[in-house]
Every structure is written in structure tokens, then in C-alpha cells.
């Protein structure tokens, strides 16, 4: 029992060690500062995504969804073209990822970003939440905030420690252990993972910077969330998690929005 005892803490020492304390982003005048543990690089999670997007656009346009609406395309590509260059204000390097922007028909109410800018909208986040495009930069910039906070990169490596401490109880039980598949995690993380709360928090807290900075109402942010609160069912839509309540959600939203206010007002001066 002390060999096994003995070979635990080493494992774990070893993940600690190879662990790293970052800061993803910058502040931003909303003020996210938290500090993230690390395992895995963002090179490899990013890689991961890459392969990950091309499976999905490529089961999407199997089956003849892959952007059809040559209008929503543009609408959608147009949001992005200005949502991404204000990107650096949090991080230096991310208005120049490989940003891929496509819309999946659909009548899911979905749109999401994986780690590294491959953002997806479905036609029915669009038509059914008739959609300002405000409302769209909100959803956008929230997703965005996602990738910018490398919240997918985070949850892999809390999934990799976990993991560690499974292989070592494996090991000393005599049964072997896989690695983690990063492209499927992704994939899960994507469709069926919710964000935890403090991930929904920075990334709203985020979006709304990144609309205002870009020239989009911020407050949009608030009626979209009204908006879902009507939807039939009274859940939340799948893109964005039911973490935190929806009221706590709606009163957060409003307070940011108004903080980044002048920001959104500088925009609009702007040529």
C-alpha cells in the first residue's frame, strides 16, 4: 500500500510540475484577470480544434448544410471581420489566429467557437431569434471570448490531470490506461459539455467588450437574453449554458454593458 501511496504522489508531483499558471488575456476594462493552471499547449488544442472544425464542416456539407444562405454567410463573415481585429485589446496575438467563420443549416439554436477562431453559426439562431445583428456580435463576442480565455485548453488539462491520477491507480491496479483524445474532447466540449459558471461569466463579461470595441451595441447582450427567456420549453439554448440563472445572467449583462458604453461610443465616432 505505501509502494502505491508512494507511486500517487509521484504522478502527481510530476502533473504539477508540468503545470503552468498564465494569464490567457489581458483585463479589458471588464476586468478579467483570473489566472489559469495549464497541462496541455495551445498549439496541440488548437491543432485539435483545426481537425475537429473540418470534421463538422465536412458531416455538414455531406449532408448539404454547409453554408447554403449566401446572405447569412456575409452577415455572419461581416460581424466577424469586425469583432476580430478588436481581439487584440485582450490578447496580442489573436487577430492574427486562423479565423474560419461558416454557417450550418439547421434549426438548432447553436452558433459556438472552438479553441484557435473556428466559429460556426446555425441557420436557426439566426431565423428563429430574429436577430439584430447587435445581437449577433453579443453571441459572436461571447463564443470569441471562449477562445481569447482558452477556456477549451483549460478543461482539457483539468481532463489530463484527471486522467494521470486514473492511469497511476490504474498502473498500480495492473490495468493500463488511454491517453486523451484532444479531437474528441473538443467535439464534446463543443456539443454536449456544458461551460462551467465561471467560464459563462468572463466569456459575457468579454463579449460585451469585444462588441462595444468593434461598434455593437453592447446592451444587445441584454435583449438577447430576453429574448431566449421567451423561447418554448423555457430552457436556455444549447450554445450557451444554463450557468448562471438566467435572471442573475440578464443583471450582470446589463451592468457590463454599461461599463463598456463609452467604448461602443468611441466606435461609432470613428470612420
Not at 36 to 46: C, F, G, K, R, T
Not at 50 to 67: E, G, I, S, T
Not at 184 to 202: A, G, I, K, M, W
Amino acid at each position: 500500500m505505501n509502494r502505491i501511496l508512494f507511486f500517487l504522489i509521484a504522478v502527481g508531483a510530476l502533473a504539477l510540475g508540468g503545470c503552468q499558471s498564465v494569464q490567457t488575456t489581458q483585463p479589458g476594462v471588464v476586468g478579467v484577470d483570473r489566472s489559469q493552471s495549464m497541462l496541455v499547449s495551445s498549439a496541440n488544442i488548437n491543432g485539435s480544434a483545426a481537425k475537429a472544425y473540418q470534421q463538422v464542416l465536412a458531416d455538414a456539407a455531406k449532408k448539404q448544410q454547409l453554408n447554403r444562405n449566401a446572405a447569412q454567410v456575409e452577415r455572419v463573415r461581416a460581424i466577424a471581420r469586425r469583432l476580430t481585429p478588436v481581439t487584440g485589446a485582450f490578447r496580442a496575438d489573436a487577430p492574427g489566429w486562423a479565423w474560419e467563420v461558416n454557417v450550418i443549416t439547421s434549426p438548432q439554436i447553436n452558433a459556438w467557437c472552438m479553441p484557435g477562431g473556428k466559429i460556426a453559426f446555425y441557420s436557426g439562431i439566426l431565423e428563429k431569434l430574429a436577430l439584430s445583428d447587435d445581437e449577433a456580435a453579443a453571441i459572436m463576442g461571447h463564443e470569441i471570448a471562449h477562445a481569447l480565455r482558452e477556456h477549451g485548453r483549460e478543461r482539457a488539462s483539468q481532463a489530463m490531470a484527471q486522467g494521470l491520477i486514473l492511469t497511476a491507480v490504474g498502473i498500480a491496479a495492473g490495468v493500463g490506461q488511454g491517453g486523451v483524445d484532444l479531437s474528441q474532447f473538443v467535439l464534446d466540449l463543443t456539443f454536449n459539455l456544458p461551460n462551467s459558471r465561471t467560464d459563462e461569466v468572463e466569456a459575457d463579461r468579454i463579449g460585451v467588450e469585444l462588441a462595444a470595441r468593434a461598434g455593437y451595441d453592447p446592451r444587445a447582450a441584454v435583449s438577447l437574453w430576453e429574448k431566449m427567456q421567451k423561447q418554448s420549453g423555457g430552457g436556455a439554448p444549447q450554445f450557451l449554458s444554463t450557468h448562471p440563472s438566467p435572471d442573475t445572467r440578464i443583471a450582470d449583462l446589463r451592468g457590463y454593458a454599461a461599463r463598456v458604453l463609452p467604448l461602443y461610443e468611441k466606435a461609432r465616432r470613428q470612420p
